[in-house]
């Protein structure tokens, strides 16, 4: 079993800090390394970070970033394409995600990235998930659903004016056929 990181050891507010710390563009791995060292002596620790350590965290956290930016181009690119499509679709599109998220968590407990502490975590934020999709989805349905019955009821509606124009007998003029529209659909 791999070894605990000096970086995982780290107390979770500390560790923010570092994070917080490489995301700042203006801070070099190296300064980064040197002030959570600071804090880490200031408060007593007795673990202090290398540079390769932190070079190893912030190497995988790129990759980490980098992993979720190109899954939010393609889920944005899936949407704007899968927007006006039947929901159905959106759904696969939403399950397909969560399973390839289920398989990095898995990739990522086989490699030692998860602990035993942090498994229940996070399956219950898959959980959470799968269940919020199958909500959305269900939704997404049933206003598919409504709206197909209320555009079927302004069309037997319309049907039926213009039914009553013609039994009286009458031309059906462009200008009655509007109104009858304005008349359903309320414009």
Excluded: C
């Excluded at 965290?57 to 690119?77: C, F, I, T, W």
């Excluded at 390839?100 to 990522?108: N, Q, R, W």
């Excluded at 209320?150 to 059906?172: C, P, S, Y």
């Amino acid at each position: 079993m791999a070894r605990t990181s000096t970086i995982e050891r780290l107390p979770e507010d500390i560790r923010e800090q570092l994070q917080a710390l490489l995301r700042d563009p203006r801070v070099t791995q190296l300064a980064a390394t040197e002030q959570i060292n600071a804090i880490l002596e200031a408060e007593g620790h007795d673990d202090r970070l290398s540079k390769s350590a932190v070079n190893r965290y912030a190497m995988r956290m790129n990759e980490v970033g980098e992993r979720l930016r190109q899954s939010r181009e393609v889920a944005q690119m899936w949407i704007g394409k899968l927007g006006a499509q039947p929901q159905g679709e959106m759904g696969n599109l939403i399950n397909e995600m969560i399973r390839s998220l289920s398989f990095d968590v898995s990739l990522m407990l086989s490699e030692g990235e998860i602990t035993a502490d942090s498994l229940p975590g996070m399956i219950e934020m898959l959980k959470d998930l799968s269940l919020t999709t199958a909500r959305l989805e269900k939704a997404s349905s049933e206003n598919v659903k409504r709206e197909a019955e209320i555009r079927r009821q302004a069309r037997e509606e319309l049907e039926h004016k213009v039914d009553e124009a013609a039994q009286g007998n009458k031309t059906l003029t462009v200008a009655d056929f509007k109104a009858a529209v304005a008349e359903v659909y309320g414009g």
